[in-house]
């Protein structure tokens, strides 16, 4: 084996980079400080949510939050399966509408162990939901509703309302093919088997209560600003004789017991000094057992 070879095969493998493709159409994504605060929001609910199923069905249900991004309905609309259950839930003070998507298998599993099943029947997945399977699953979204309005607490303060289930996510119309949605993907998990689900709400709804993401000031008060700034930095103050002029020898030779004539009279006060500039003057003073200086005057000194 060749030295080059030897080399070749103890070089570490490069993994390769993954690349995301970039949409110079909708340059539009969520800044990390709201993406960061949306995850939280999602997080909570997901715990509040199956708490709420668990109770429901009497078995044990454990649902996280995946990923949170932002789309356009249409793209959200395009990502999900042709055929579902979307509950559409309206937002007061909006158009578009709030969605719930959670394949209809799903659904009809909650329902059938909320009427006693154990959820190990087969159930077609063309199958729609009964009135009686429509009203406990309209039941169910109005409770995770009301979740979600307490995991969001102030970045949700439209009232929400659930409106209909659709079950082709083709032909329902929550919004405009261009409106922005905030989409959350959940894992659904209840005894053994898991499922996901996505909720998408306008973010016209979330949006202003986020406020801006790298907030700027104007510049017209910037000398206010600097002067609060620079009031509000501590400094060292120190009292301090008028300085005098040495040689370097002298400094280099300077030996216990000499003496340095110092040129400040004794009746003359002391400067009292910020780094290198003398700001006031100021006669030594005591405060208790501590040395303490009265300022005399605060006219600045440039000695």
């Known amino acids: 084996m060749t030295v080059q070879e030897q080399i070749k095969r103890s070089a570490p493998i490069k993994t390769p980079k993954s ?6 159409r909708r340059p539009t994504t969520l ?39 932002m789309n356009t309905y249409d793209e959200y609309a395009a990502s999900l399966p042709s055929k579902t259950a979307m509950v559409l839930c309206t937002i007061a003070g909006l158009e578009a509408k709030s969605v719930i998507q959670l394949p209809t298998v799903t659904g009809l599993t909650w329902v059938n162990h909320m009427l006693g099943g154990n959820g190990t029947q ?23 509703l009301e979740d979600m ?9 439209a009232d ?43 973010a016209s709804a979330l949006m202003p209560q986020l406020g801006e993401a790298n907030p700027t000031s104007t ?6 600003y600097l002067k609060a700034q620079l009031a509000a930095v501590p400094v060292d103050v120190a009292l301090r004789l008028t300085p005098t002029r040495v040689l370097p020898s002298k400094i280099l030779s ?12 004794k009746h003359r006060p002391l400067d009292l000094a910020v780094g290198l500039q003398a700001l006031a003057r100021a006669a030594v003073g005591a405060n208790g057992n501590r040395l303490a200086c009265i300022v005399i005057d605060t006219e600045e000194s440039t000695s």
């Open 19 to 24: 690349v995301e493709p970039y949409d110079f």
């Open 149 to 157: 309005r307490y995991s969001f607490g102030p970045l949700l303060v």
């Open 219 to 224: 510049a017209t008060n910037s000398v206010e």
């Open 254 to 265: 300077l030996m216990v017991g000499d003496v340095l004539p110092i040129p400040h009279p």
């Open 122 to 144: 087969k159930i077609p997945e063309e199958r729609n939901f009964t009135p009686i399977e429509l009203a406990l699953m309209r039941q169910m979204m109005t409770e995770a």
């Open 31 to 69: 800044a990390r400080d709201h993406a960061r605060v949306l995850e939280l929001a999602f997080e909570t609910f997901a715990r509040q949510w199956g708490t709420q199923i668990t109770a429901r069905v009497r078995a044990l249900c454990t649902i996280t939050c995946d990923v949170v991004q």
């Open 160 to 202: 929400l309302a659930v409106d209909g289930i659709q079950y082709n996510s083709q032909f329902a119309q929550a919004a405009t093919p261009a409106d922005l949605m905030i989409v959350a993907t959940f894992s659904i998990r209840i005894e053994r088997n898991t499922t996901k689900a996505t909720i998408a709400i306008p």
